[in-house]
């Protein structure tokens, strides 16, 4: 059925200049899948989303959206559509506090965003004001509210990354490594909200550390230098001698 | 070194309280393009009266200049000083048209008695003209009417004319054109340069052709200079006669101009070398003061104050009503250093004699040097 | 900002008796930043609010000022009909620059909009027979609110300009900092990221410039009823340097920083340069001293000072008591 | 080798650093663990010098290096890997590796970077802005290790790179500690930190709130999950 | 076809001089940051100055070459030193206020010390002729400029492409603290570079002045051209200011002859242009 199928990718390829950075990949992800993305550094994961949530062009193949062709759509449509992505690096808007960071957000998806004639103060946009209070405080993180989000360090401003992420009203959701440089509590934290989600949500989750992976998904695939090389269940990937020799290496990360 | 006008006249205003002062607004720039020349304005209008020792008719003179940076809005917004704030009786001033145009409705508002001593815009005395602004400088079409004649008859029946690209550079060239191609002439082809351009090379490899008698050309400050000395490094001096205004070899710019100027025709209404008694006084008293020659402009403030003062002579010091100054200038009758001078009472532009000067190497360095007197030149007045 | 209820209409009716007090002079000073002000204002929404410096503002400046000077001149003295005409032509021409200036970014576009509004200056100088080249338009009748209502006298004009001026300065107080506005600030800090979160930033960013252009253009048709004048001068790109300077100076992103900056702009160059010929000389260690101790601008001392003298006490506590920041620990404690 | 004595370090008026004791022996490796925010990134950079308004004592070689500017404290011998990478996005990848390069006293050079990270020299010539995240993260590894100093800081250096890239990582990091060389080593991960640690250091709020050898933390590693907060 | 030569050579000789005139502030600039709206300044004051020398101490016109950049680069360590290094941390545009600043005290300094005419400097005398060239007499003057500029070109290019320098400045553009961690000490680096920049604004002012003269003002029309180069070259780098001056140069005299209405436009119309088609510059490079 085309309508499950919230994702297809078909050929898809990139290439900067000389360099094939994906080549030929197929994929098709069902509405309300876990998928697990893993590869070498460098194999072009990153990149794969990116032509997803509509950041990077195609060089070549076809990416379809709930059926439709979304080739050359912008990103800010995409998102408006429901692909909701997180980045590797923090990407925020520095200069503003954590609360405004997270009101751009709801403000979008509520519909508010055009409206010029009222300051947004909680006053005038209760429901707003009370929804971002209601995720800080889920994440615990109510008392960085008015913070500048330059003056967070580097593990709370990726929370703020999921937290945005995730108040968009994702339909697709694609995380970047999302627990990269946090510590297990906030891992833990951040995995037990991923959960929380809504069944019908789509995830499709890029992560080095193969305990979250593995736990947290139905379906693993990996990319090897540009092309795919395995896709399965967690169980199944994680035996597969090939995925094992590129990826894990010797396993030094006992389970703590 | 422009000295600190506003200590000389702070002086003039404590010693002279008693006998009432009567306060001239003289709207100059001191800073912009037109800086040099609204100084040399001013020193001439001090000049002189300092000659008078600041009192005429038994009234304290006291100048108050502001810097209207040649900028309308600027003079605008210190015209309103000096009327709101510093009370003055009679305005004079501005170098640049622009804004005389745009304090003309104020000043008429006010029935304010303003001698402009620079601006040329023919408008000023034509279709904004009014009751109370009278012009001792000269217009625009003065300065290239006089020309054109001449042109005619002393350098040849085809002429290429260049001017700086803005009002008074297209005034000047169309007076000039008009007078040029009655006499019988033909403007082979035009050029505007714009104002401040830099470098005229491409526009003297067009004017370098064989089928011209002479160049007419309006440049004043540094476009004169540039124009003058590319004009003789590309080898067109010697080749195609020059010809243009007063300003394209003023005693102001010929200094930089190397020998450059050598050969070079112009008209204008004032000349260092104009050897009447009247000039070689004020050149003398010009030189003792400020230690360096007049210029034109020295010689047109100096002529505005000799104006304003006769006025106030006139009325015995009373200048309370604006009608009766307005009326009391309108007859005036002088011998200034550039000749003898009058107002035309239908368009309040001055009558003045124009002169055709040409510039020659004299012990190592330009001079101008007066060969032809067009009398008393009225502007049309539309 | 809360506090503007109050402060704002009591502002206001001090500034209906300043004619009361102040000499003309004063008056039409006052009048000359009230316009300013709108001209600063508006590109504050450029500048402070959406981080496109540009470079070229005058140019809306101007096609506002001649459109309204050249309907009252050819078309009707009506002042409301010149407004519209100054409007209209500021908006078009926003459009049009708008269209591809918004495509280039940070210095790239400080140097379009540079160049758009050079190209706008010269078409205005050298097009002599409609714009009176660089003489200027002239002549331009007083203002004329309809229904024989002549405002002749500076005072009516200074309470024209000071109505309109508050009505521009009440909008914008609601605009900053209201939904749309806060897009422009989330564009100024990320643009990538907010197209990331679903922004057509590209839209966004000409609405900015058409809003910013748009207001200019009243303030120069503002400038035409109040001067009767228009020349090039004010559409050169040393205006646009100038309105730029009073923006930085005042405090970008405020409220109140661009109107602060014009007044102290105009007052400044009018009065130093009535007492010293080397006026430009103190502006210029004006600015320098403003740029190393108050980087925020006027408005920026303001809050300092206000910082200073209002909550002293809380400073100490902050100095003294060795509170971390990051005290989330306790919320995770209870769960 | 280097030691802290009552570091206190601000961010304008926030007191971050609240009297910071730490030592890092010559040839050990010491690591410190800490939730996220609690200061860890404000101590490596307090010790390089990036954070200016800070108290104490910062004692490298037996010299007081609190009040030196960064470029003369990284002269001294410290090579850093910060949080984040930071690898200069707008140089090519070797650039990056050469530019700041110190061949001074031996060891490392381009050949053993490149042999130790073969993915950096295929990607020789592309600008560093370009690279994948795990990438950056090798190329930052090898900036520090060009510089060849004498203690390394190494602010989550595995952040971002595949658990084959952990691994060799980790596998160098005990190479280098045997070779003499001395580190700072902040980790998110404790199994990891853990097997190649001679000291560990938690922080919390500023302030080092535990501090042992790892066998003893092995011992009891309640002690360690209350100050992480792990449950 | 000999007019067609003729406004060739203009063109380059016009565009190298371009060249010279901007070099120091795409230097400043493209390897700094710093967007130094005091450069026009700087180069105004090496008119000044050379005029002073030449025309007035009677130095040789060589000497003067060499004198005169030499006093502006001490006076640009001058400056950077004590004004501008305490505003690096707070952004572009508080350097952009600061250098503007700068150009308005310099503007009345210079009417101070000299006056409010228009300046010229005799070029050398060996230079001080014009040569005959497919019948029309040019300057020998700006066939030299050509030689000099070309010269000045290559010993930048070299500088910034093939020396570790180029490197380490552009690593510190993008993370200052970062390279002062591995070890430079990038304020003296930048230091240096603004020193360069100020440098050649000196060589700028003497050389054209001889052709464009010295007079108050004429340091903003200076730094406006210098912007226009600046972009159209794509910010910064040497190869991209050379072609852009060249192209600035030709467009400019040429529109001259076969467009003269134009000619106030076409600068800008060029940038415009350039800018729309490439919004990076013709050598572009993001910053
Ligand atoms: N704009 C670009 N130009 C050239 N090469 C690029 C560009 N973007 C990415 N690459 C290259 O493409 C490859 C894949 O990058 P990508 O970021 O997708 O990797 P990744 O799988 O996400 O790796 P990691 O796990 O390290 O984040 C890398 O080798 C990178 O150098
Ligand atoms: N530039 C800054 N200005 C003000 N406060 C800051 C700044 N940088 C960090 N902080 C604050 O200092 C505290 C310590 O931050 P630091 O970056 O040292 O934490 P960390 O332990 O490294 O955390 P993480 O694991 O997330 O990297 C945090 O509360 C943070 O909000
Ligand atoms: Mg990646
Ligand atoms: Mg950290």
């Known amino acids: 059925m085309e309508k499950d199928k919230i994702l297809s990718l078909k050929g898809l390829s990139k290439h900067f200049g000389g360099i094939k950075v994906i080549e030929h990949v197929s994929l098709d992800v069902t509405a309300g899948e876990r998928v697990g993305l893993i590869g070498p550094n460098g194999a072009g994961k990153s990149t794969l989303f990116n032509m997803i949530a509509g950041d990077l062009e195609p060089s070549g193949g076809t990416i379809h959206y709930y059926g439709d062709r979304i080739n050359s759509m912008p990103n800010y449509k995409r998102t408006q559509k429901g692909i909701v992505r997180t980045f590797q690096k923090n990407n925020l808007m520095m200069g503003l506090t954590v609360r405004e960071n997270i009101l751009l957000v709801l403000q979008r998806i509520n519909q508010k965003h055009t409206q010029w004639w009222k300051q947004a103060t909680p006053g005038n946009y209760q429901l707003l004001f009370e929804h971002a209070g209601s995720l800080l405080h889920e994440w615990g993180l109510e008392e960085y509210s008015q913070t500048k989000v330059k003056d967070l360090s580097y593990g709370v401003q990726r929370q703020i990354e999921m937290i945005m992420a995730i108040a968009g009203n994702p339909k697709l959701l694609l995380l970047d490594e999302p627990t990269a440089g946090m510590s297990q509590v906030e891992t833990d934290q951040i995995i037990s909200l991923i959960n929380k989600l809504p069944v019908e949500v789509t995830i499709m989750m890029i992560e080095h550390d193969v305990d979250v992976l593995f736990g947290n998904t139905d379906r693993v695939i990996v990319l090897h230098a540009g092309t795919l090389i395995a896709d399965g269940s967690p169980e199944q990937v994680r035996e597969n001698p090939e995925v094992k020799e590129i990826y894990m290496g010797k396993e030094v990360i006992a389970n703590a | 070194i422009n000295t600190t006008t506003k200590e000389k006249d702070k002086d003039t205003k404590t010693n002279t309280e008693e006998k009432g002062t009567i306060k001239i607004g003289a709207l100059l720039p001191t800073s912009g393009v037109y800086a040099s020349l609204g100084e040399n304005l001013l020193n001439g209008m001090k000049l002189y009266f300092e000659q008078q020792n600041w009192e005429v008719a038994g009234k304290k003179i006291e100048i108050v200049q502001e810097d209207d940076e040649s900028d309308p809005q600027v003079g605008l917004r210190k015209l309103r000083k000096l009327t709101d704030q510093d009370q003055i009786n009679i305005l004079t001033g501005t170098v640049s048209t622009a804004v005389a145009y745009a304090i003309r409705d104020e000043v008429d508002k006010r029935k304010l008695p303003y001698i402009n001593s620079h601006a040329g815009g023919n408008d000023l005395t034509r279709a904004k003209r009014s009751d109370y602004i009278w012009r001792s400088s000269f217009s625009s079409w003065q300065i290239g009417h006089s020309m054109g004649e001449w042109a005619y008859k002393n350098i040849g029946k085809k002429i290429y004319v260049t001017a700086a690209d803005y009002a008074f550079g297209h005034e000047v060239a169309e007076a000039f054109k008009a007078a040029y191609t009655a006499a019988g002439g033909k403007v082979v082809e035009e050029v505007y340069p714009p104002l401040g351009n830099n470098d005229y090379s491409s526009y003297l490899a067009k004017m370098n052709r064989d089928d011209i008698d002479g160049i007419y050309a309006f440049y004043a400050g540094s476009d004169a200079v540039r124009f003058v000395q590319q004009y003789n490094q590309y080898g067109l001096k010697g080749k195609i006669p020059l010809i243009g205004s007063g300003w394209l070899t003023a005693e102001d710019v010929r200094p930089q101009q190397g020998m450059s100027p050598d050969g070079i025709t112009a008209s204008i209404f004032w000349d260092y070398s104009i050897s009447t008694p009247e000039n070689k006084a004020f050149i003398k008293a010009y030189e003792k003061k400020y230690n360096s020659r007049p210029s034109i402009e020295s010689a047109e403030g100096y002529d505005a104050a000799m104006i304003i003062a006769e006025t106030i002579k006139k009325l015995n010091g009373d200048i309370s009503d604006s009608a009766k100054v307005v009326d009391a200038m309108s007859s005036i009758k002088i011998t200034s250093p550039r000749g003898p001078i009058s107002f035309d009472k239908e368009t309040h532009n001055v009558i003045q004699n124009l002169y055709i000067v040409k510039t020659s190497v004299v012990n190592g360095k330009t001079e101008n040097k007066v060969i032809d007197t067009i009398e008393q030149v009225v502007d049309p007045g539309k | 900002m809360r506090n503007l209820p109050v402060k704002g209409p009591l502002l206001f009716l001090i500034m209906v008796f300043v004619p009361f007090f102040l000499s003309i002079f004063y008056v039409n000073l006052l009048t000359e930043i009230f316009i300013l002000g709108v001209f600063a204002l508006s590109l504050n929404i450029l500048v402070g609010q959406t981080g496109m410096v540009s470079l070229g503002h005058a140019a809306f400046f101007g096609a506002g000022a001649y459109a309204a000077g050249l309907a009252a001149i050819h078309v009707s003295t009506n002042t409301f009909l010149s407004i519209a005409a100054g409007l209209l032509a500021a908006f078009l021409l926003a459009v049009i620059i708008g269209l591809f200036s918004t495509k280039a970014n940070g210095f790239y576009f400080l140097m379009l909009t540079l160049a758009c509004s050079q190209i706008v200056y010269s078409i205005i100088y050298q097009w002599r027979t409609v714009t009176g080249g660089s003489n200027g338009l002239t002549g331009i009748a007083p203002i004329d609110l309809g229904a024989n209502i002549v405002l002749s006298n500076q005072v009516w004009v200074y309470y024209f300009i000071l109505v309109v001026f508050t009505i521009v300065l009440f909008l914008i107080n609601r605009f900053l900092h209201s939904p749309l506005g806060s897009v422009l600030i989330g564009i100024r800090e990320n643009e990538e990221r907010m197209k990331s979160i679903g922004y057509n930033t590209a839209l966004y960013k000409n609405i900015s410039f058409i809003i910013a252009g748009t207001l200019g253009g009243l303030s120069g048709s503002l400038y035409v009823i109040f001067n009767g004048f228009i020349s090039p001068a004010e559409v050169y790109w040393t205006a646009s340097g100038s309105v730029l300077i009073m923006v930085l100076i005042g405090g970008a992103g405020t409220l109140w920083g661009p109107v602060i900056g014009a007044a102290f702009i105009v007052i400044l160059e009018t009065l130093i340069s009535s007492y010293m010929e080397n006026w430009m000389m103190i502006i210029g260690a004006v600015f320098i001293i403003f740029v190393i101790f108050a980087p925020d601008g006027m408005v920026g001392i303001f809050n300092a000072l206000k910082k200073f003298f209002v909550q002293p006490k809380k400073l100490e506590v902050d100095a003294d008591e060795p509170i971390i920041k990051p005290i989330k620990q306790e919320t995770k404690m209870d769960g | ?231 | 076809m000999s007019t067609l030569l003729l406004q060739l050579i203009n063109g380059f000789s016009y565009g190298f001089l371009l060249f010279i005139i901007t070099c120091g502030i795409t230097i400043v600039f493209g390897i700094l940051g710093v967007l130094n709206l005091a450069h026009g300044s700087f180069y105004l004051l090496g008119s000044y100055l050379g005029y002073s020398l030449i025309m007035k101490a009677g130095l040789p016109f060589w000497a003067a070459l060499a004198a005169v950049p030499l006093i502006i680069a001490v006076l640009g360590y001058m400056l950077e030193t004590i004004i501008l290094r305490p505003t690096y941390k707070l952004g572009h545009l508080s350097q952009v206020l600061l250098t503007f600043g700068l150009a308005y005290i310099f503007h009345d300094l210079f009417a101070i010390l000299w006056g409010k005419n228009m300046l010229v400097v005799d070029p050398p005398p060996a230079l001080n002729m014009s040569i005959q060239l497919a019948g029309y007499s040019v300057p020998a003057y700006r066939i030299a400029l050509i030689v000099i500029g070309l010269a000045i070109a290559i010993f930048l290019w070299f500088f910034q492409e093939k020396t570790k320098w180029g490197a380490v400045i552009r690593a510190g553009l993008s993370d200052k603290e970062m390279a002062a961690g591995l070890g430079v000490n990038i304020h003296l680096v930048f230091t240096f570079v603004f020193v360069l920049g100020s440098l050649f604004a000196g060589v700028g002012g003497v050389i054209g002045s001889p052709i464009l003269g010295a007079f108050p003002g004429m340091e903003f029309q200076i730094l406006i051209l210098s912007l226009v180069v600046l972009v159209v070259g794509g910010l910064g780098s040497v190869s991209g200011t050379l072609i852009a001056s060249l192209l600035v140069g030709f467009v400019e005299t040429f529109s001259r002859y076969l467009v003269p209405e134009l000619s106030l436009i076409i600068t800008f119309a060029l940038m415009a242009v350039v800018l729309v088609v490439r919004p990076q510059g013709l050598i572009g490079r993001r910053v």
Request: hydrophobic share 40%; net charge positive; proline share 3%.
């Open chain 4, 1 to 231: 080798m280097l030691s802290l004595k009552d570091v206190h370090s601000y961010y304008g008026a926030s007191h971050i650093l609240q009297g910071v004791n730490l030592e890092v022996k010559k040839g050990s490796a010491a690591v410190l663990l800490g939730r996220n925010g609690m200061g860890k990134t404000t101590a490596i950079h307090s010790i390089i010098g990036f954070v200016t308004k800070k108290e104490g004592e910062i004692s490298f070689e037996g010299e007081n290096v609190i009040n030196l500017k960064s470029h003369q404290i990284a002269r001294k011998g410290i090579g850093i890997v910060p949080q984040g990478r930071r690898i200069f996005t707008n140089l090519s990848v070797k650039e990056n590796l050469t530019v700041f390069a110190n061949q001074e006293q031996g060891g490392w050079d381009l050949e053993k970077v490149y042999k130790l990270f073969p993915r950096l020299k295929e990607r020789e010539k592309s600008h560093a802005g370009n690279l994948s995240g795990g990438e950056q993260s090798m190329l930052s590894i090898g900036r520090a290790l060009m510089r060849n100093p004498k203690i390394l800081l190494l602010d989550e250096p595995t952040e971002g790179l595949s658990p084959l890239m952990v691994g060799e990582v980790m596998e160098v990091i005990v190479k280098l500690k045997e070779a003499g060389m001395s580190m700072l080593l902040v980790e998110q991960n404790i199994a990891t930190a853990l097997s190649i640690a001679d000291d560990v250091y938690i922080i919390n709020k500023g302030r080092i709130v535990y501090h042992d050898r790892p066998e003893e933390l092995k011992k009891n590693m309640d002690i360690a999950y209350h100050h992480l907060a792990i449950s």
